[in-house]
């Protein structure tokens, strides 16, 4: 059986930058007074402490969340 592979158009590049560790970016929010960059782990941890949470979701309007790039990149090696 063949299996189709979809292509993955990404939104964020590795230029886009974790505003806390300068890693490559995986998480943009957008929110009422700009936006944030996070890399995976960090956006883990604001989001597990529940005032980071509550501080999240009163700041949020949208988010980009392409912490699937990290699944895909192993599944090619």
Known sequence: MIKDEVKQDWLLSP???CDRCNAEAL???TGITGDLLFCGHHY???M???DGYNSMM????SIIDERDK???DRLKD
Not at 58 to 61: D, G, H, K, P
Request: hydrophobic residues 55%; glycine residues 0%.
């Open 58 to 61: 009163s700041f949020m309007i």
């Open 27 to 29: 998480v943009k929010i």
């Open 48 to 50: 597990a402490i529940p």
């Open 15 to 17: 230029l886009d930058r």
């Open 44 to 46: 883990n941890k604001i």
């Open 70 to 72: 990290l699944k895909q």
